[in-house]
């Protein structure tokens, strides 16, 4: 497996790769956990090649935020890559991304990007298209793997390479869950014992709109009291937003037409995590 820190390497060695076969990517900010080792088996199974890259990315940060504190172990994270299969791993510093004067694009985010966690997060998902931008320019990935636990970067990624008609399938994988139905995420693990125990509460409430979507209820507000109300008896949680919105376009809706998502955001002391669960039974509704 080779480890990579530089752009120009990263472009002679997946140009050489393409030459010859199919290149997935999966982008990541490294503390790998199984929701990423998920995505990595996904690629080798599809493709040629893997590449994993591994960088915090302090264009998705905002002041404040915990860019800093993100844990970060990349011993860690090559014997994972290693241990899957993965054929390189691009972990570059930051110059190497973001070269000092050349301007980079910066794809807009547009209105989506500044509800939700765009409004909890301002400028993150300018960050976040920015460098999964500069990403697929070094790589040309045939295929780039994303979790459905980042709905919201994975719709804007996924409009992004639509507009910008950019050669790359995305591949949407299956949010990993611990078995309280937890998804995993680096940031868990920074929960308390006694937080960690509590942070079931968003898959309960998820798991509560999906009941009642199942059972035909159509008025999200019905969805979002109850969700609400699960978070609320946790006494270590506060939400920082449950809503539905329409799956196709990411708008908050007030009643089930067509394929919904449901999603909620909650703080815990130690850190803000962050769910969604596809509506069953919204497919088809009117
Ligand atoms: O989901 C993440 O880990 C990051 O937002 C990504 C896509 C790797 C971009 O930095």
Known sequence: MDLIRTASDLRELTSAWRADGEVGLVPTMGSLHDGHASLIRRAREDATRTLVSIFVNPAQFGPGEDLAAYPRDEDRDVDVCRGLGVDAIWAPPVEEVYPSGVPLPEPDAGPVGETFEGAARPGHFRGVLKVVHR??????????????????????????VR??????????CATVRESDGLACSSRNARLSPEEREQAGCLFLALSEAAGLARAGERETAVLVAAMAREIGATPMARIDYVAVVRDVTFEAIARIDGPARALVAVRFPSARLIDNLLLPGSAGAR
């Open 163 to 172: 507009e910008l008609a950019i050669p790359v399938t995305i591949v949407p």
């Open 135 to 160: 990403l697929f320019d070094l790589t040309g990935p045939c295929r780039a793997y994303f979790g459905q636990k980042d709905a919201q970067q994975l719709f804007l990624i996924g409009r992004m």
